[in-house]
C-alpha cells in the first residue's frame, strides 16, 4: 500500500483521512485478527470526523484497507442511499479520491451496516462490518476482564444461558439479530447487529470479512473460506427467518425483506432490504405484485420529454 | 451415613496461612477431609473461617500453605498448581459454593431453570429439553415448584433462593460443597427446613461438606467433625458432639455456654 504516501499539498487529507503511521497501527491489528480468527483484538481507536455509532470502526478500516484502485460500496441496512452510507460514501470520495458504486459485484471493498449483500461475494473483495458492540458476552457479563477470560478459558456457557432463556421464555429462540456464532470452532463472536438471515453467509465465505468497533476499540476478523457456525441446541437447531411473501418490486424469495408501511391505514409492502440486488433484477426484467407497470415508467418519460420541450 | 467407602481423604490442608498485610486472616491451619464427611468451621465474627473457606475454594490464594485435592482421576494435585482452566472446570463440575447471599451465587436476571441449567450449558449440554427436564428435576429435590421454572429468582423468598442456589451448585453431582453461612438471614422455621433439605441432600448424595457457621445449632445438625476458630487459628477440633458437648478449651466452652436455651 506505499502508492498510498505521498506528498500533499497544505490543507489536503493524507490518502484515506488518517495518517500512515495509524493505519499501519490498524493492519497490524487486522493481520492478528485474520491470525486469529474471531479474536477481539484492540486497537487504538482514533478520533473520527463523525459521532460514535456511525461506524467509525469500519470507517476505520476501510481507511486502512482501502488503495488507489479499489472501488468503494458503502450499504446502510442494505440500502446504497440512505443517509449512513451517502455519508460515508462522501467522506471517502472527498479523503481518498475512490471510486464509488452502488454495485456489488464491481466493489473491492464493502463497507456495511448490519447487512450482508444477497449476491455472492468474491475472493478479492473485503467485507468491512461497522460493530457497535463487540463482545457478544456484554449483556450477561459486565466486567470486560471476566469476559476476555471466558474468551481465554473457551468458557462459553453463558450464551447457552441466554438461548435457553430465549427458548423459555419465548418457545424458540427469539434472537433475531447479533445472533452469536463459533468461529473455526474456537471464539465465539457477535457478527454485529445483522439479521440472523445472514448468518449462513459468513460461514465459508470466500470473501475477506473484517470487522471494526470504534467506541470500543476492537478489531476482529474472518478470514476467507473459515467454518462459521450459529450457536443453538440440538432440539431447537438454528434456523433463518422465512417470508411468506416474494419482495413486492422484484419478486425476489429467499432474501432478506424490509417492510414499508404505505398508509396510516395498514397499508404496507415488502421489499429487498438489499437496494442494489432489487434493481439489477427489475433491470433483469423481474417484477413484484407492487412493481410499476413498465407502460407507466415511459408515459412519464414521455411527458418529461414533453415539458422540457 | 456416608455411602462412599474410601481410606483416602479428598481434601489434605497443610499449614494453611493467610495475611491482609499485617493482619491475620487464618494461620497456620492443617487438617484432612475424607469422602461424604461434613465438616463444621465455627467460630466468632473476624474468627478468620471465611479466610479460611475462600482459600480452600480457591477463590483467595493463601500467603503460605498448600491444599492437595484427589481429582477425579484419583491423584492428589495442589489447587494452587493448577492451570486456571482445571480451576474453573473443577469449580462447575466438582465442586459447588454456597454463598449466604443467594444473589451472590445466582444469576438474578435469568429464570430459575436458567440458572440450574448453567452448569450443565458450561459442561457441554446442548439438548434444551434434557438441560430442562434436569433443572425440573432439581427443583423439585429443593421444593420448588416447577410452575416457577421460568420465574426469576428477583421473584423467590430468600428460603427459596438459597434452596434454587443449591439446586445449582447440585446438578453436577458434585463431590465437594463449599458452604458460607448458608442459612444466615432466614427466619428460623425456614432455616430448620433448610437444614432438613440439607440433610438429605448431603447423606443421599454423599457429599462432603466444609460449611462455615457462626450458629452452633447448625454445626450440630449437620456435621460430623466441627473445628473452632479464634484470631485465625485453630484451637480445637473434633467429632461434633464430642466438642459441643464436652468443650475442652476455655474459648469453646464460652461460646457452648452462649447459646440461648429456649
Redesign the interface.
Known amino acids: 500500500m506505499n502508492d498510498t504516501a505521498q506528498i500533499y499539498d497544505q490543507g489536503e487529507y493524507n490518502f484515506a483521512y488518517l495518517d500512515e503511521q495509524t493505519k499501519r497501527m490498524i493492519r497490524r491489528a487486522i493481520l492478528k485478527g485474520i491470525a486469529i480468527p474471531g479474536y477481539q483484538v484492540p486497537f487504538a481507536s482514533r478520533e473520527m470526523p463523525m459521532p460514535y455509532g456511525w461506524g467509525t470502526g469500519g470507517v476505520q478500516v476501510t481507511a486502512a484497507v482501502l488503495g488507489k484502485d479499489d472501488c468503494l460500496k458503502m450499504i446502510d441496512q442494505g440500502s446504497d442511499d440512505t443517509t449512513n452510507a451517502v455519508s460515508l460514501r462522501g467522506f471517502f470520495e472527498k479523503t481518498a479520491g475512490v471510486r464509488t458504486t452502488y454495485e456489488t459485484s464491481e466493489a473491492t471493498v464493502i463497507q456495511t451496516r448490519h447487512r450482508i449483500p444477497e449476491k455472492t461475494l468474491t475472493e478479492d473483495q473485503i467485507l468491512v462490518f461497522q460493530v457497535p458492540i463487540p463482545e457478544p458476552l456484554r449483556f450477561l457479563e459486565p466486567r470486560e476482564t471476566e469476559t476476555r ?1 471466558m474468551h481465554a ?6 450464551m ?3 438461548l ?2 430465549d ?3 419465548n418457545g424458540h429462540i427469539a434472537t433475531t439479530y447479533a445472533y452469536p456464532v463459533k468461529v473455526n470452532d474456537r471464539y465465539v463472536m457477535d457478527p454485529s447487529p445483522t439479521p440472523k438471515f445472514d448468518n449462513p453467509k459468513i460461514d465459508e465465505m470466500a470473501a475477506l470479512q473484517l470487522y471494526g468497533a470504534g467506541r470500543e476499540k476492537r478489531i476482529y476478523a474472518i478470514p476467507p473460506y473459515t467454518k462459521v457456525k450459529s450457536l ?5 437447531p438454528f434456523e433463518v427467518q422465512k417470508f411468506d411473501k416474494p419482495c413486492a418490486l422484484c419478486g425476489a424469495e429467499n432474501v432478506y425483506l424490509d417492510e414499508v408501511i404505505l398508509d396510516d391505514r395498514g397499508g404496507r409492502m415488502f421489499v429487498c432490504s438489499d437496494s442494489d440486488h432489487c434493481e439489477e433484477r427489475r433491470a433483469q426484467g423481474h417484477t413484484g405484485p407492487m412493481a410499476a407497470n413498465p407502460a407507466a415508467a415511459q408515459i412519464t418519460e414521455k411527458n418529461q420529454r414533453e415539458t422540457t420541450r | 451415613m456416608n455411602t462412599i467407602q474410601s481410606d483416602e481423604p479428598l481434601l489434605q490442608v497443610h499449614n494453611v496461612t493467610r495475611y491482609y498485610g499485617d493482619r491475620v486472616g487464618c494461620l497456620d491451619v492443617s487438617f484432612d477431609l475424607w469422602p461424604g464427611e461434613v465438616l463444621a468451621i465455627v467460630g466468632e465474627s473476624g474468627s478468620g473461617k471465611t479466610t479460611l473457606l475462600n482459600c480452600l475454594s480457591t477463590r483467595l490464594a493463601p500467603t503460605a500453605g498448600a491444599i492437595e485435592y484427589r481429582m477425579r482421576d484419583g491423584a492428589m494435585r495442589n489447587l494452587y498448581q493448577l492451570t ?2 482445571e480451576r ?1 472446570l473443577l469449580m ?1 463440575t466438582d465442586w459447588g459454593f454456597v454463598h449466604q447471599n443467594a444473589a451472590d451465587g445466582l ?1 438474578m436476571n ?2 430459575a ?2 440458572n440450574v ?3 450443565l ?3 457441554g449440554q ?4 434434557n ?2 427436564s434436569t433443572a425440573d428435576d432439581w427443583l423439585g429435590r429443593v421444593e420448588i415448584e416447577s410452575d416457577r ?2 420465574d426469576d429468582p428477583r421473584s423467590f423468598s430468600g428460603g427459596m433462593r438459597q434452596r434454587l442456589q443449591i439446586a445449582r451448585n447440585l446438578v453436577t453431582h458434585p463431590r465437594l460443597v463449599f458452604m458460607d453461612e448458608p442459612t444466615g438471614g432466614l427466619d428460623v422455621s425456614v432455616q430448620a427446613r433448610l437444614l432438613d433439605l440439607l440433610r438429605r441432600l448431603v447423606s443421599d448424595l454423599g457429599l462432603s461438606v466444609v460449611i462455615v457457621t457462626h450458629d452452633l445449632a447448625v454445626a450440630r445438625l449437620l456435621s460430623h467433625r466441627i473445628m473452632v476458630m479464634r484470631q485465625g487459628y485453630v484451637i480445637e477440633a473434633g467429632l461434633t458432639d464430642q466438642v459441643l458437648d464436652d468443650p475442652r478449651e476455655p474459648y469453646s466452652q464460652l461460646l457452648v455456654s452462649s447459646i440461648l436455651q429456649v
Do not use: C, N, P, T
Request: charged share 40%.
Open positions: 477470560k478459558l473457551e468458557d462459553y456457557g453463558l447457552h444461558v441466554k435457553y432463556e427458548i423459555a421464555k443453538d441446541f440440538e432440539d431447537y | 486456571e482452566a474453573r462447575r444469576r435469568v429464570s431453570g436458567a441449567g448453567e452448569r450449558m458450561a459442561v446442548r439438548h434444551y429439553g438441560i430442562r421454572i421460568d
